[in-house]
């Protein structure tokens, strides 16, 4: 198996029961997925992305955690955002404006 260079993970809010009633579910994180995804592919990254349960760090919601860089992102609510964190991540940078810290 070829581990990926980039693995996103977007908080769906799923809980135990299978439903996603959390805070990033409510603020869009969810409806963000087709596009972070068409993102990875048109930009050719080397990238996985995986929906999550809660991450529990619901106050930064939407939230986006990148591994193995180990970078968690908050407020990741449009597609300006996204486009600013795959911009750094191909640049090997980070979006301080988001990070969570
Ligand atoms: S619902 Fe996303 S971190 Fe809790």
Redesign the pocket.
């Known amino acids: 198996m070829n581990k990926p260079a980039f693995h996103i993970f977007v ?3 799923f809980r135990a029961g299978g439903e996603s009633k ?4 409510k603020k869009g ?1 969810v409806a963000l997925l087709p596009y972070i995804e068409s993102e990875i592919l048109d930009r050719g990254m080397d990238a996985q992305i995986t929906s999550t349960g ?5 106050d ?4 986006m955690v990148v591994q193995p860089q180990g970078l968690w992102y908050g407020r990741v609510d449009n597609e300006d955002v996204v486009d600013a964190i795959m911009d750094a991540l191909e640049a090997g940078e980070i979006v301080q404006d988001y990070l969570i810290e």
Request: include cysteine; proline fraction near 6%.
């Open positions: 908080c769906a809010s959390g805070v990033c579910h994180s809660c991450m529990k760090a619901c930064h919601g939407p939230v």
